[in-house]
């Protein structure tokens, strides 16, 4: 099974509201990895966890934290986004820390809209 | 600093016909060099990578790619375009040192009947 599952598919937020993005894995993978892709745009890394540790934090602004609460899991939690941020958001994971030998093997992203 | 160009925003090409897109990287020593594609609405997945040994690489749904150091370019070509090839195809390099890929801007690929 080579899948990266991301929930929800869709989501509309303002503002002001608070939410969660969500991506797991069952492969066994021990890096888990966070992009932004903006449309008709290279996905944009954001974040990198290793070993359920964050290694790479690409300056990224607070409004958005990640997490990675065990090795199959990585959640993006969403405070006070701006219209800008409206973007598709996609999850990948690949098998062993963070060598970019390794396959990335990308979710089907979520798409988020900011209002 | 390391780079890749597409040079090809899009490419429309008729089904059955053969396909190239063109990848040119700026790296100094050995690249990891990979072609991803994109559907819409969809993640990527990855079609062949390159990090050593044989220049020509296989990778999956018949595409293949060829590593011309002279030419700092890794092409992706396909002998026969299917309809369901229409999507977006991004080549992506690293090496040793990189901290993450760099993406190129993408192509994307039309194709007529």
């Known amino acids: 099974d080579t899948e990266v599952t991301q929930t929800p598919k869709h989501l509309v937020m303002g503002m002001t509201n608070k939410k969660s993005l969500k991506c797991e894995q069952h492969?066994?993978?021990?890096?888990m990895y966070w992009y932004k892709q903006k449309a008709k745009k290279p996905p944009e890394l954001m974040f990198v966890?290793?070993?359920?540790?964050?290694?790479i934090n690409e300056s990224v602004p607070s409004r958005f934290s990640p997490e990675c609460p065990n090795s199959s899991l990585l959640n993006l939690h969403l405070h006070a986004l701006q219209p800008e941020d409206s973007a598709l958001y996609l999850c990948?994971?690949?098998?062993?820390?963070?060598?970019?030998?390794?396959?990335?093997?990308f979710g089907p992203g979520t798409r988020l809209t900011v209002l | 600093a390391q780079s890749v160009t597409q040079p090809d925003i899009h490419i429309t090409v008729s089904e059955g016909a053969s396909l190239e897109l063109r990848c040119n990287y700026s790296?100094?020593?050995?690249?990891?060099l990979f072609w991803y594609v994109q559907s819409p609405g969809q993640g990527l997945q990855l079609l062949l990578k390159?990090?050593?040994?044989?220049?020509l690489v296989q990778g999956i749904k018949g595409f293949e790619a060829e590593f011309k150091r002279s030419q700092s370019s890794f092409n992706l070509r396909k002998p026969s375009v299917h309809w369901s090839d229409a999507a977006e195809y991004f080549c992506?390099?690293?090496?040793?040192?990189?901290?993450?890929?760099?993406f190129g801007t993408g192509t994307r690929l039309l194709v007529s009947p």
């Open positions: 992506a390099v690293g090496g040793t040192g990189f901290q993450k890929l760099v």
């Open positions: 966890y290793s070993y359920e540790k964050l290694s």
């Open positions: 492969m066994g993978h021990r890096a």
């Open positions: 990948a994971s690949s098998q062993g820390g963070t060598r970019l030998t390794d396959t990335q093997y």
């Open positions: 390159y990090f050593s040994g044989d220049t």
């Open positions: 790296y100094g020593a050995t690249p990891y």
